[in-house]
């Protein structure tokens, strides 16, 4: 007999679910994908424990009669093609019949759906091979798919899963692709029975992205449109001054379908090149319509990405409408420099400034409360969220952030600390933390702020070692000095965020991260999921010094910040952090990404390429190099400075 068998078809529909169904977020993408093709314009999602226990999609589509849904769970049917050539021309989510059939392979699934011409609906379950129904069962019209105890049969997959918080983030990242590619259908997303997202229907991509992720970043999105030889490309993309540390908020959709395609990609990257900083990304929300026939579909088993017949058309369609539309808002300042504000944003930032200065004057947090306040006090976010007016989304100056009857209570308490918070705060809320001679003469004393410590004797001597009129300053960026040995050339940026990246580390070795309250709470608009993230960290935040609070809905306030941070800094410092963690939680190692943030969070206090120093600023950055072992090397190992000995440039200059 020979080797070779037939596989059954339970392990083949097992291989061919580890392909499409890799974690409780796959069979969101999948459920509401069925959804979208069946024409749904209501769709609601409910999670239990990150999906691991349930994924619930009901939607208002066509729903299905009996037959269908008996075929609906095998493999490889589907209503959505026939014959080869509908390969080409496929206009649907889905068409390789496969999802159902796999899902039902590894969980316990049960569909329920009825056809509008249909007074009754049918229900079937399938789990593991077992399939019970169809049977007669209630329904409204539409279809439910629920899904339980995924990966109840595939231990090595199941104990894959990461938290349910991890696990839920990926499920919100699939339902925003598919709920930003299609705005007219209203969406409703509930976790643990708690409603995460509720989206209303709308025409128009910013107000879906308005609420799915705030005023603030869909008010400042520019409008791009280009078409070129049938391919039509509309969208919103973010200023400069709005970019991330990550690329995963470049949005593309190719005829409704979330994709990442190389070449859009690339032509993203040259389009914003020189306008932002190269280790930035952009936010871009790129709305793609050609051809079904223009383009393979099926080359990836989600379908994520695709193979263009021209795909010099797609990156020149992309780069060209991303250039003119810069070139039309001028936006061509150099490096790092503020885009111009749109006059709304602004007007709405003042209002909420305002609103929040009477509201903390009224109700100051006390000073030494550790544990972050979320649980609790978070509103619903179907409250203001939902909310058509951006205006409403300014914190009602009364609403209690820290949970009811607090405030009230400890009124009179916090009368007196207030007065005695205020009096320090105007003298140490996020000064310029300049490297400044007094100010840099020990590391305690540039933590603690200018006035606090008095010149250290030794830091003078090694100060001293560099005279100031032998350092020169070029490019605003680096230090040219005279060494005994030679020269050195110094990169301010990396070098001072070395000395702050172990400043921090010696810090954080001796207790949490030395703190500064902020006269006046910065905000900062995350998603409501990210708000868990928060709860997760609340730990991790206290070492680092921050003190956030929920500040209606998708909005924290930051009341405290590291005392190293330097003002204009502390919004993207806490943006930066949180969309970190919220990426990270689970999967690295709590240490790894403990460097990672302190790493982040030097970069973001030391000084930058283009500050001009003083003569007295550099010396005392060099005083400080001193004193700091490895300062060879940034943290993110990139070299401080580069050595040329005399006989360097001797050889150099061919003298020798
Ligand atoms: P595919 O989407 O690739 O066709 P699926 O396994 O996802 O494969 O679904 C199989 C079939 O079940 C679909 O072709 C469709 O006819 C039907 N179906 C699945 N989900 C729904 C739904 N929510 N509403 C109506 N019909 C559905
Ligand atoms: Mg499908």
Not at 141 to 147: F, I, P, Q, S, Y
Not at 177 to 191: G, K, N, Q
Not at 336 to 361: H, W
Not at 553 to 565: E, F
Request: charged share 25%.
């Amino acid at each position: 007999m020979g080797l070779i068998h037939v596989l059954p078809d339970l392990l083949v529909n097992r291989i061919a679910a580890g392909e499409v169904i890799e974690r409780p977020a796959s069979v969101v993408k999948e459920l509401l994908e069925n959804s979208i093709d069946a024409e749904a314009t209501r769709i609601e999602v409910a999670i239990e424990d990150g999906g691991r226990r349930l994924v619930r999609v009901t939607d208002n589509g066509t729903g299905m009669g009996e037959d269908d849904v008996a075929l609906a769970v095998v493999p490889h049917a589907t209503s959505k093609i026939e014959r080869e050539e509908d390969l080409f021309a496929i206009g649907t989510m889905g068409f390789r019949g496969e999802a159902l059939a796999s899902i039902a392979a590894v969980s316990d699934l049960r569909l329920v759906s009825r056809r509008a011409d249909s007074d009754a609906g049918h229900e079937i379950r399938a789990c593991g091979d077992k399939v019970e129904g169809p049977k007669a069962a209630g329904a409204p019209v539409g279809t439910t798919v629920e899904v339980r105890d995924l990966f109840f049969n595939v231990p090595a997959r199941r104990k894959f899963l990461r938290t349910a918080q991890t696990e839920f983030g990926h499920i919100v990242e699939q339902v925003a692709r598919v709920a930003l590619a299609h705005p007219r259908v209203e969406f409703r997303l509930t976790h643990d029975g708690r409603e995460i997202h509720r989206l209303p229907p709308t025409e128009s991509l910013r107000e879906r992205i308005s609420d799915f992720y705030g005023a603030e970043l869909a008010e400042a999105l520019i409008p791009i449109q280009r078409t070129e030889r049938g391919a039509v490309l509309t969208g919103l993309v973010s200023p400069p001054a709005q970019s991330r540390s990550t690329n995963r908020w470049e949005y593309t959709f190719l005829n409704g379908r979330f994709i990442r395609d190389k070449f859009i990609a690339h032509a993203v990257r040259e389009a914003y090149r020189g306008l932002i900083d190269p280790q930035r990304h952009p936010v871009t929300f790129l709305m793609l319509r050609i051809e079904p026939a223009d383009v393979d579909v099926n080359v990836h088993p989600t379908k994520i990405e695709v193979r263009w017949r021209d795909s010099n058309l797609i990156h020149s369609l992309v780069l060209a409408a991303m250039r003119d539309t810069f070139l039309q808002h001028d936006l061509t300042p150099p490096l790092a420099t503020p885009a111009p504000r749109d006059e709304d944003a602004e007007q709405r930032r003042q209002k909420i400034r305002q609103a929040m200065a009477d509201f903390f004057k009224s109700h100051q947090p006390p000073a030494n409360q550790g544990s972050l306040p979320f649980a609790g006090s978070r509103p619903s976010a179907g409250g203001a969220a939902s909310g058509r007016d951006p205006s409403m989304r300014v914190p009602d100056p009364g609403f209690p952030v820290r949970g009811s009857g607090a405030f009230v209570a400890r009124a009179k308490e916090d009368a007196e600390k207030r007065s005695r918070a205020e009096a320090q705060s105007t003298t140490s809320a996020c000064p310029p933390v300049r490297v400044s001679p007094r100010s840099s003469s020990s590391a305690q004393s540039e933590i603690r702020g200018p006035q606090s410590a008095p010149p250290d004797p030794d830091a003078a001597d090694l100060a001293a070692a560099f005279r100031a009129d032998r350092v020169l300053q070029i490019h605003a960026s680096y230090l040219v000095a005279e060494t005994p040995e030679g020269m050195v050339i110094i990169d301010q940026h990396a070098l001072h965020e070395r000395i702050m990246y172990e400043q921090l580390h010696d810090q954080l070795s001796r207790g949490p991260l030395e703190s500064q309250r902020l006269l006046l709470p910065e905000t900062v608009e995350i998603s409501p999921e990210q708000m868990g993230v928060l709860e997760v960290h609340a730990d991790l935040l206290r070492r680092l010094g921050l003190e956030l609070t929920a500040f209606g809905p998708g909005t924290v306030a930051v009341h405290a910040c590291p005392s190293l941070l330097r003002g204009p800094s502390v919004p993207s410092f806490v943006r930066d952090l949180i969309e970190k963690l919220s990426q990270q939680s689970g999967r690295s190692e709590p240490e790894a990404m403990l460097q990672e943030i302190l790493a982040m969070t030097a970069c973001k206090a030391a000084i930058k390429a283009g500050d001009p120093l003083s003569p007295e600023e550099i010396v005392a950055l060099l005083a400080q190099a001193e004193r700091v072992e490895k300062s060879t090397n940034c943290p993110h190992g990139r070299p401080t400075s580069l050595r040329l000995t005399v006989a360097d440039l001797e050889r150099q200059f061919k003298r020798t």
